[in-house]
């Protein structure tokens, strides 16, 4: 009898379950992405010689493609000559597609402690976006010191 009357409450709670995630699953898999805002960093260089911080927004359009808007300061917090081994502050950004392809989208090279860069751009169609921060010679374009990728977004989150 105690098994009979178990089983039929669990049987009412596992119907009740499914009835309840039909309608959030029915709408998730029409739903659009929603706009996306928020800030990101600080992201350092190896040592904390040089960082970049700021903002990311992401709207969406109807037919499933995006914008990304990046805004932020690139710092440089070396404080040495650059006759003293010094280096200037940079950041790279690259872009993932849906393909799942990375490539570069923006670059900023910024020399002058104890100062900062502000920077903006935009791309399209961006399904994760990542930064770094390294440390680059005022003449040269080589990036050393660099501090790990910093993931800013992604459409998976969404």
């Known amino acids: 009898m105690i098994r009979k009357i178990a089983t039929g409450i ?8 499914v ?14 992405f929603d706009d996306y805002s928020g800030s990101w ?5 190896k040592y904390h010689l040089a960082k970049a ?4 927004s992401v709207e969406w ?5 995006n914008e990304v808007h990046v805004s932020g300061r690139l710092y440089d917090l070396d404080d040495r000559d650059y006759d003293e081994g010094g280096k200037c502050g940079y950041v790279k950004f690259q872009a993932e597609d849906s393909e799942g392809d990375w490539s570069t989208v923006y670059t900023k090279k910024y ?7 502000k920077f903006h751009f935009e791309e399209n169609d961006v399904f994760t976006l990542r930064a ?4 680059v ?16 977004y992604t459409a998976e989150d969404e």
């Open 10 to 17: 669990l049987a009412i709670a596992a119907t009740s379950a």
């Open 19 to 32: 009835a309840l995630s039909l309608p959030t699953a029915a709408s998730a898999s029409t739903a659009d």
């Open 41 to 45: 960093g600080p992201v350092y260089a």
């Open 53 to 56: 911080q700021g903002q990311v």
């Open 61 to 65: 359009d109807d037919d499933e493609s």
């Open 111 to 117: 020399c002058g402690f104890p100062g900062y860069k």
């Open 132 to 135: 770094k921060v390294c440390q």
């Open 137 to 152: 010679s005022e003449q040269g374009s080589f990036a050393t010191k660099c501090g790990p990728w910093s993931y800013l």
